[in-house]
């Protein structure tokens, strides 16, 4: 039987954020020109060969922002075959010019899963990249970037911060991200890009997770610009250039010191704080949780090449293999009642996550089911994501029951396992292709694909 490497985790090292805290800027200069982006410029085979190495994890094969490991970011990877970039020094509904895509490529978007790859990547292989990204869309080839020009900044003072104060509460910022900046008071708290994704309005006191660039100068473009494909609006128009350098201004003074900056009693105080919105929100806690301990990962069907499918989320029935101990289906996690958690009690919830009892009374086995992990969780982490899981949209998706094997098969496999030290794969099969990855379950060190495994 024929191997290869299979990544199936792969988009894990794509995950890291690398944190950047840019100065505030407040030099006049020109920050974009139609001229700097060639739309007559063709792909390469380099390029094409490190998007595939690098980006397609995410971004998927043909661009459309379907990667293996799209299903499981937040927010999800752009669909780059639309040419519509947030993140840009060109107008609203505009492409983004060379360096736009540059600047996203080598800094990396804060507090998502695209990293910087300045390491990584070198300058004549960032144009060949930077050509083919530009390929997978054909308005690159027909439309020209509109740049905006800056004018002249003034300094910042508490006089231009008291003006863009005003201008804040007149654009009714305060709606979305509060009238403290981070979502105090905010009377719209649910949002949706124009794909349908959930998405959260930007915190204004942690300038470190501004994804296009936190100096005065990239805020401003930010209201300059607007952030298409989300409900950011560009205020030209709205407001006066003036106003908009004031208000980029204010958002800068509304930065808090971070957390590596504090003090003891600092630390505690702002950590206490964030119990507070864990208390007083469990069902967007059970989302963070849920999200970030990787439930989304195992609990969701996949398609055939290990992506998973999004209508399905959380609605189980991915299979694996685990010899010596059968064959199991992850469960459904949606509130559905004949096939989900909707005829469990909460008690029963938190004796399947915290000490693997399933409602029958049977014990899971520590793997893939994580309980030895989970049970570190506090009581009040587990009810927040119970919380969560019965506030999403019930999914029908019957669950078969497990597959155990036949005793003389089980004792072999326990010899192979205990006595003879063998690493036997666990092998996970995606969609109806007749494939599967196989993980270690011993130590999940060894992951591979397997050809033609039923």
Same mark, same amino acid.
């Given at each position: 039987?024929?191997?290869?490497?299979?990544?199936?985790?792969?988009?894990?090292?794509?995950?890291?954020?690398?944190?950047?805290?840019?100065?505030?800027?407040?030099?006049?200069?020109?920050?974009?020109?139609?001229?700097?982006?060639?739309?007559?410029?063709?792909?390469?085979?380099?390029?094409?060969?490190?998007?595939?190495?690098?980006?397609?994890?995410?971004?998927? /094969? *043909?661009?459309?922002?379907?990667?293996?490991?799209?299903?499981?970011?937040?927010?999800?990877?752009?669909?780059?075959?639309?040419?519509?970039?947030?993140?840009?020094? *060109?107008?609203?509904?505009?492409?983004?010019?060379?360096?736009?895509?540059?600047?996203?490529?080598?800094?990396?978007?804060?507090?998502?899963?695209?990293?910087? &790859?300045?390491?990584?990547?070198?300058?004549?292989?960032?144009?060949?990249? +930077?050509?083919?990204?530009?390929?997978?869309?054909?308005?690159?080839?027909?439309?020209?970037?509109?740049?905006?020009?800056?004018?002249?900044?003034?300094?910042?003072?508490?006089?231009?911060?008291?003006?863009?104060?005003?201008?804040?509460?007149?654009?009714?910022?305060?709606?979305?991200?509060?009238?403290?900046?981070?979502?105090?008071?905010?009377?719209?708290?649910?949002?949706?890009?124009?794909?349908? !994704?959930?998405?959260?309005?930007?915190? /204004? *006191?942690?300038?470190?997770?501004?994804?296009?660039?936190?100096?005065?100068?990239?805020?401003?473009?930010?209201?300059?610009?607007?952030?298409?494909? *989300?409900?950011?609006?560009?205020?030209?128009?709205?407001?006066?250039?003036?106003?908009? &350098?004031?208000?980029?201004?204010?958002?800068?003074?509304?930065?808090?010191?971070?957390?590596?900056?504090?003090?003891? !009693?600092?630390?505690?105080?702002?950590?206490?704080?964030?119990?507070?919105?864990?208390?007083?929100?469990?069902?967007?806690?059970?989302?963070?949780? +849920?999200?970030?301990?990787?439930?989304?990962?195992?609990?969701?069907?996949?398609?055939?090449?290990?992506?998973?499918?999004?209508?399905?989320?959380?609605?189980?029935?991915?299979?694996?293999?685990?010899?010596?101990?059968?064959?199991?289906?992850?469960?459904?996690?949606?509130?559905? +009642?004949?096939?989900?958690?909707?005829?469990?009690?909460?008690? !029963?919830?938190?004796?399947?996550?915290?000490?693997?009892?399933?409602?029958?009374?049977?014990?899971?086995?520590?793997?893939?089911?994580? &309980?030895?992990?989970?049970? !570190?969780?506090?009581?009040?982490?587990?009810?927040?994501?119970?919380?969560?899981?019965?506030?999403?949209?019930? +999914?029908?998706?019957?669950?078969?029951?497990?597959?155990?094997?036949?005793?003389?098969?089980?004792?072999?496999?326990?010899?192979? /396992?205990?006595?003879?030290?063998?690493?036997?794969?666990?092998?996970?099969?995606?969609?109806?292709?007749?494939?599967?990855?196989?993980?270690?379950?011993?130590?999940?060190?060894?992951?591979?694909?397997?050809?033609?495994?039923?």
């Amino acid at each position: 039987m024929k191997t290869s490497p299979l990544q199936v985790f792969g988009w894990a090292s794509s995950i890291l954020v690398f944190v950047l805290f840019l100065g505030w800027g407040v030099e006049a200069k020109v920050v974009s020109r139609a001229s700097e982006s060639d739309p007559t410029a063709t792909s390469s085979p380099l390029g094409k060969k490190i998007y595939e190495e690098k980006c397609a994890a995410c971004h998927g /094969l *043909t661009g459309k922002g379907d990667g293996v490991a799209a299903v499981t970011l937040s927010p999800k990877p752009r669909d780059l075959t639309t040419g519509r970039y947030k993140f840009r020094s *060109t107008e609203s509904g505009s492409i983004p010019t060379d360096d736009d895509i540059i600047r996203t490529i080598r800094e990396g978007l804060h507090g998502t899963s695209m990293p910087a &790859w300045k390491s990584f990547i070198d300058r004549d292989s960032l144009k060949a990249l +930077v050509a083919y990204v530009k390929s997978l869309s054909p308005r690159f080839s027909t439309e020209t970037p509109k740049g905006v020009m800056v004018g002249l900044v003034v300094p910042i003072s508490p006089a231009t911060i008291a003006a863009g104060k005003r201008v804040y509460e007149k654009l009714q910022c305060g709606v979305c991200h509060g009238s403290d900046g981070e979502g105090g008071g905010a009377t719209t708290t649910e949002f949706f890009d124009d794909w349908g !994704q959930r998405i959260v309005a930007t915190n /204004l *006191t942690e300038p470190w997770t501004f994804r296009g660039g936190s100096n005065v100068r990239d805020i401003y473009l930010r209201f300059r610009t607007g952030i298409d494909g *989300t409900p950011m609006p560009s205020y030209k128009g709205t407001a006066t250039n003036v106003e908009m &350098w004031n208000l980029a201004q204010y958002v800068a003074s509304m930065a808090r010191k971070p957390v590596w900056s504090m003090n003891e !009693q600092e630390v505690r105080a702002h950590y206490a704080k964030l119990e507070a919105q864990a208390i007083a929100d469990p069902i967007a806690r059970g989302r963070y949780l +849920v999200s970030s301990l990787g439930c989304i990962d195992c609990h969701t069907p996949t398609k055939a090449g290990g992506a998973l499918t999004s209508d399905l989320l959380l609605a189980g029935g991915q299979r694996w293999d685990i010899p010596p101990f059968g064959t199991l289906y992850t469960a459904n996690l949606t509130p559905d +009642v004949e096939s989900g958690i909707g005829s469990k009690s909460d008690d !029963q919830l938190v004796q399947a996550i915290r000490r693997g009892v399933r409602s029958d009374g049977t014990r899971m086995l520590p793997f893939p089911m994580p &309980w030895p992990a989970l049970a !570190q969780l506090s009581e009040r982490d587990v009810k927040a994501i119970i919380a969560y899981l019965r506030s999403l949209p019930p +999914v029908k998706n019957k669950i078969p029951d497990r597959e155990t094997p036949n005793i003389f098969s089980y004792l072999w496999g326990k010899f192979r /396992l205990l006595i003879l030290k063998e690493q036997m794969p666990a092998y996970i099969h995606y969609g109806n292709a007749g494939s599967s990855g196989a993980i270690s379950a011993h130590l999940l060190s060894t992951i591979e694909r397997k050809e033609g495994v039923q």
